[in-house]
């Protein structure tokens, strides 16, 4: 099973998913064959050149992840579908984690950040891109739960400043996340550690991570009007 990056899937616990399965499936079947795709790749973005084929690609990533995520969002946003794919399968720790074994909402996961992987505006956040996919996942799924989504403007569309780091910066200054909650938020989605690592920072339990990062997003997604003001 490959998931790699911030999150692992075993930080969520055990997880039998049919949509897992069947994405890692999927992975296995195109890393035999990407020699010559990661070759070209590697024309246009040196940085890949130490990777011969895909899963060398995902195992890079650790090492210098804004520098070999941005040019796979780059290649997607070219045409190069499997780059996107790509990114797909190392963030899928992440989309384990907030499903909490739920192959449905796994699902549902995998389609929304699909999305944002597609969306992503490298150019404008060529920084802790992972940890800002993870964010705007989050944001994405809390919107679908019935919770207020990325505060914005009405009639405008979200932009640079609206990441995790400023709003964090932002929601501090306001009084709506507390000194524990916001390093808490920065450690799991500006420093993209996993709830376990965080919890060793914090001296606390991986499940405490997670409970002050549930809590703590949903009282900002509660005063979205005040972080869109």
Known sequence: MTTLLTTPAHDAGPVTSPTLISLNYEWNELVPRSAPLVAG???????????????????????????????????????????????????LGKAVLLSAGSDERFAEAVSELWVAIAEYPVSRRPRSIAANLAWGLRRRLAAGEGLAGPPSVAGREPTAELNAVSTLAQARSLGLLDERGHHTLWLVYVAGLSSARAGAELGISPELVRYRCSRSLRRLAARADLLAA
Request: avoid cysteine; hydrophobic fraction near 55%; glycine fraction near 8%.
């Open 41 to 91: 790749w590697a024309r246009r973005f040196p940085a890949l050149s130490v990777a011969d084929d895909l899963g060398d690609l995902l195992a890079l990533i650790p090492s210098a992840p804004d520098v070999i995520l941005g040019a796979l969002l780059r290649l997607g946003a070219e045409g190069e579908s499997v780059a996107w794919r790509t990114v797909l399968q190392a963030m």
